[in-house]
C-alpha cells in the first residue's frame, strides 16, 4: 500500500518559480552609506529646525509678516534672537497633482538650505509656501524670490 499526501497540492503551487537570488548590481549606489563621512558631508551645513505641528504654521500665518512673490510666499514671525531659524513647507493641492507639489516642496527646500548657507538667520520662523510658478520657476529666479521676500520682511 502506497502513502500519498493528505491534501492536494494548488495549481498554483505547481505555476510558481523557486526562489532564486538575484546577481549584485552592477551600477554604485547614488550614495554611500559607511560610517566615513565624505568632504561634501563634512562641508554641508546642519539643516536648520523644522517647523512640524499645525499650531506652528498656525502662529506663523496668525501673527507672521506676509510677502508674496512671483514664485513663493514668505510668512515670517520674529522670536528671541537666541531661539535657532525654523523653516516650515507647504504647497497646497491647489498647486496640482502629488508630483507637482514634491518638486514645488522640493526647490524651495533647496533654495532655503542655499540661502541660509550662505547668511545664516536666528530667531525667527518661516514657512515658505508654494505657488503654482515655483516648479516652473528658473532656480536662479526662485533664489531670488527667496531673497527679496526676506529683504521685504525686514529679516536679511
Known sequence: MASAPAWQPSAAAECSRPAVPRAAS???????????????????????ARLKRRAEFLAVAARGRKVQMPGLVLQALARE????????????????????RNRARRRLKEAARLFFAEHPAAGVDL?????????????SALRDDLARALAKARLS
Open 127 to 139: 514657512v515658505l509656501i508654494g505657488r503654482r510658478e515655483t516648479a516652473r520657476r528658473e532656480f
Open 26 to 48: 552592477a551600477s554604485r549606489p547614488d550614495r554611500l552609506t559607511g560610517v566615513i563621512a565624505t568632504a561634501a558631508d563634512l562641508a554641508r551645513p546642519p539643516r536648520p
Open 81 to 100: 534672537q537666541a531661539a535657532p531659524l525654523r523653516l516650515g513647507f507647504t504647497v497646497t493641492r491647489k498647486i496640482g497633482n502629488a508630483v507637482a
